[in-house]
Nanobody, 117 residues
Framework: QVQLVESGGGLVQPGGSLRLSCAAS????????MGWYRQPPGKQRELVAT???????NYADSVKGRFTISRDNAKNTVYLQMNSLKPEDTAVYYC???????????WGQGTQVTVSS
C-alpha cells in the first residue's frame, strides 16, 4: 500500500517558522519527483515547491526566499522548511509524489498550517 503522511503543521504567529515532513511508503522514493501544494480556505490547490529525483527545485513566487524544500531518499521523506510565515500562508498543505513520464501520482492527506496572531 502506498502512503504519504504529512506532519508538522500547526498554529504559528506571523514571522514564525514551521517544518513540514512527508513520509512515503510503498513506493521506490528515488523514482519520484516530490512536491508540496497548499489549498487556502475557499481557494484552489496551488503549487508551493517541487524537488525532482535529479535534484532540481522550484518554488512559487509567493514563497521564494522563505520556504525551502529538501528530501532524504534514504528516509523516504521530503521536507518543507517554512520561515517568515505570513497570514496568507494559511492553508492545508499536501505532499505529492509524481513519477515523471508515467503519470503516476500519490497525495498525502494534508496538514493544516495556520498563521495568525
Amino acid at each position: 500500500q502506498v502512503q504519504l503522511v504529512e506532519s508538522g503543521g500547526g498554529l504559528v504567529q506571523p514571522g514564525g517558522s514551521l517544518r513540514l515532513s512527508c513520509a512515503a511508503s510503498g513506493i521506490f522514493f528515488g523514482n519520484y519527483a516530490m512536491g508540496w501544494y497548499r489549498q487556502p480556505p475557499g481557494k484552489q490547490r496551488e503549487l508551493v515547491a517541487t524537488f525532482t529525483s535529479g535534484g532540481s527545485t522550484n518554488y512559487a513566487d509567493s514563497v521564494k526566499g522563505r520556504f525551502t524544500i529538501s528530501r532524504d531518499n534514504a528516509k523516504n521523506t521530503v521536507y518543507l522548511q517554512m520561515n517568515s510565515l505570513k497570514p496568507e500562508d494559511t492553508a492545508v498543505y499536501y505532499c505529492r509524489a509524481l513519477r515523471l513520464g508515467y503519470g503516476t501520482t500519490f497525495w498525502g492527506q494534508g496538514t493544516q498550517v495556520t498563521v495568525s496572531s
